[in-house]
């Protein structure tokens, strides 16, 4: 019923940036929080950055100063502006929406598919 595509991931040297984008679609009323997680290899998937629908922000402290987090509430997307980025901040990144479903009663979780995100020394 509601669908996040993410994109923007891919290959980077060490001190490079990318930026991260995450469209919701479907049956939404309003979006709540929105964040971006982090998976690595052999690791359990991690809080990176989160934002509330008025847009307070926080960060895990290993991306504090060089990851920006941000939402267009119009288009229902979110973006991890992800900048310095050093070989520990390679993984899956996956975003995450909690929406106020427009053909229920209720707030559901939902994620997306994940994005790679490797960055090279």
């Known amino acids: 019923q509601v669908q996040l595509v993410e994109s923007g991931g891919g290959l980077v040297q060490a001190g490079g940036s990318l930026r991260l984008s995450c469209a919701a679609s479907?049956?939404?009323?309003?979006?709540?929080?929105m964040d971006w997680y982090r998976q690595a290899p052999g690791k359990q998937r991690e809080l990176v950055a989160h934002?509330?629908?008025?847009?307070?922000?926080n960060y895990a402290d290993s991306v504090k100063g060089r990851f920006t987090i941000s939402r267009d509430n119009a288009r229902n997307t979110v973006y991890l502006q992800m900048n310095s980025l050093k070989p520990e901040d390679t993984a899956v990144y996956y975003c995450?929406?909690?929406?106020?479903?427009?053909?229920?009663?209720?707030?559901?979780?939902?994620w997306g598919q994940g994005t790679q995100v490797t960055v090279s020394s």
């Open positions: 995450y929406a909690n929406v106020v479903s427009s053909l229920k009663v209720g707030a559901y979780d939902y």
């Open positions: 479907g049956y939404i009323a309003s979006i709540n929080a």
């Open positions: 934002i509330t629908g008025g847009g307070r922000t």
